[in-house]
């Protein structure tokens, strides 16, 4: 189990009796699997218009509609991260992300990390 999952763990050990809290905790990793699909679908996206057309305007449109779609799921990441750290300190835990949530680019890291841990201690 990695590091981001056990901290998890310790805060979800902590809340286990209220299912809201919980919810908080659920919403977190799930905002966290929504980032990473958005950005990677965003990228195929961008890839596959690059050869379905040839209106550079269309195109840059076409990459500002993404853009928006994946900074509001970041958007909604960061907040779910800091709702999490602040939920640790109220129970006395380690904090589950501990980085700086004005770090756009580190929350996003944090975020593939989480997806990765989960995705390593599936059942196989």
């Not at 269309?58 to 779609?69: K, S």
């Amino acid at each position: 189990m990695g590091k981001i999952k056990e901290r998890i763990n310790a805060l979800l050990e902590k809340i286990k009796d209220d299912p809201d809290l919980v919810s908080l905790v659920r919403d977190m990793v799930d905002s966290c699997a929504n980032y990473v699909d958005t950005v990677v679908n965003m990228e195929n996206m961008i890839n596959i218009y690059r050869f379905r057309t040839e209106d550079p305007a269309e195109f840059g449109i076409m990459v500002q509609r993404l853009d928006q779609t994946r900074r509001f799921v970041h958007n909604s990441v960061i907040s779910n991260v800091r709702i999490i750290d602040r939920l640790c300190k109220l129970n006395n835990v380690e904090l589950v992300y501990g980085g700086s949530d004005e770090d756009r680019l580190a929350v996003a890291e944090f975020a593939k990390k989480v997806v990765d841990e989960f995705f390593e201690d599936r059942k196989k």
